[in-house]
T-cell receptor, first 112, second 114 residues
Framework: RKEVEQDPGPFNVPEGATVAFNCTYSNSASQSFFWYRQDCRKEPKLLMS???SGNEDGRFTAQLNRASQYISLLIRDSKLSDSATYLCVVNDGNTGFQKLVFGTGTRLLVSP | NAGVTQTPKFQVLKTGQSMTLQCAQDMNHEYMSWYRQDPGMGLRLIHYSVGAGITDQGEVPNGYNVSRSTTEDFPLRLLSAAPSQTSVYFC?????????????FGNGTRLTVT
């Protein structure tokens, strides 16, 4: 089983739609969780950290379910500029420091 | 601010050649790391450093060497290039090595080994 699993997509949605991605992780000792965004042929960029109580940043909402070991990202009112690959990232809970494990990403295509 | 700078952007090597991928950051970050990204595999950690003079292996270290003589620089050396090392390489840094410190990535180096 992969450490971090994501549905590769692509998710094709019209502008204005709401779309949600899920991600599951295997290491129950993992302590930090992130969503990164990666545009085609570009570097990953931090979209948001994911906190235990859930958190929101504008149109983006992230949730963490530790019991079921999954993380979700909800995008409301999708924009064309949201088209990208979204990477779920989890720290390796077996070390006390920064050692991140990346999912393979979920591709989102927003159309007019 | 330049952030994390990687050079070169593109490189083609023949099998057996060696080269160094350069990475520099100007944010005084303690933690630096190298990842490779291959289709369907996600980013995989090659080597990382929690400070000048300290390096350690990641998930896929074979065939690569690193050193960290200064806080700013973290070069990645390919000792004898192989076609399996064809990939996109990203250098990343973060302010410290705490587990909740997010990464800042460079633009990447696309390497082809023939």
């Amino acid at each position: 089983r992969k450490e971090v699993e994501q549905d590769p997509g692509p998710f094709n949605v019209p502008e204005g739609a709401t779309v949600a991605f899920n991600c599951t992780y295997s290491n129950s000792a993992s302590q930090s969780f992130f969503w990164y965004r990666q545009d085609c042929r570009k570097e990953p960029k931090l979209l948001m950290s994911v906190y235990s109580s859930g958190n929101e940043d504008g149109r983006f909402t992230a949730q963490l379910n530790r019991a079921s070991q999954y993380i979700s990202l909800l995008i409301r009112d999708s924009k064309l500029s949201d088209s990208a690959t979204y990477l779920c990232v989890v720290n390796d809970g077996n070390t006390g420091f920064q050692k991140l494990v990346f999912g393979t990403g979920t591709r989102l295509l927003v159309s007019p | 601010n330049a952030g994390v700078t990687q050079t070169p952007k593109f490189q083609v090597l023949k099998t057996g050649q060696s080269m160094t991928l350069q990475c520099a950051q100007d944010m005084n970050h303690e933690y630096m790391s190298w990842y490779r990204q291959d289709p369907g595999m996600g980013l995989r950690l090659i080597h990382y450093s929690v400070g000048a003079g300290i390096t350690d292996q990641g998930e896929v270290p074979n065939g690569y060497n690193v050193s960290r003589s200064t806080t700013e620089d973290f070069p990645l050396r390919l000792l004898s290039a192989a076609p399996s090392q064809t990939s996109v390489y990203f250098c990343a840094s973060s302010p410290d090595s705490s587990y909740n410190s997010p990464l800042h990535f460079g633009n990447g180096t696309r390497l082809t080994v023939t």
